[in-house]
Nanobody
Framework: QVQLVESGGGLVQAGGSLRLSCVASGRTFQYTSMAMGWFRQAPGKEREFVAGYSWRYSWSGGMTDYADSVKGRFTISRDSSKNTQYLQMNSLKPDDTAVYYC???????????????????WGQGTQVTVSS
């Protein structure tokens, strides 16, 4: 079992920045590979992929993927010592307004899944509101 807790959401003006954090706890130590992703869901819309990061102990680094809408503005990263994943969001736009969810799927040894069905563990979500 993996528990995820997001934080860092809030209200920001267009052009501003926020950093979301996702702390993983539970039996994370038993996994030698994992994918973690960020999704978002705006009112009346489906949950959509934002960014993902997959890693394996045998790799020197990880694999990252981004939705086209956030490439060049958002950066996903991981601090293994803290079991924490981050999403740095810069140049925010009103269209980025949504509830942001952290997701995890142990055992992934390929690029991070880009669909919600690819993840079994989810956080509770954190609201990001970008004003124009």
């Amino acid at each position: 079992q993996v528990q995820l807790v997001e934080s860092g959401g809030g209200l920001v003006q267009a052009g501003g920045s926020l950093r979301l954090s996702c702390v993983a706890s539970g039996r994370t130590f038993q996994y030698t590979s994992m994918a973690m992703g960020w999704f978002r869901q705006a009112p009346g819309k489906e949950r959509e992929f934002v960014a993902g990061y997959s890693w394996r102990y045998s790799w020197s680094g990880g694999m990252t993927d981004y939705a086209d809408s956030v490439k060049g503005r958002f950066t996903i990263s991981r601090d293994s010592s803290k079991n924490t994943q981050y999403l740095q969001m810069n140049s925010l736009k009103p269209d980025d307004t949504a509830v942001y969810y952290c997701a995890a799927e142990p055992g992934v040894v390929r690029r991070p899944p880009q669909t919600a069905a690819g993840y079994n563990y989810w956080g509770q979500g954190t609201q990001v509101t970008v004003s124009s």
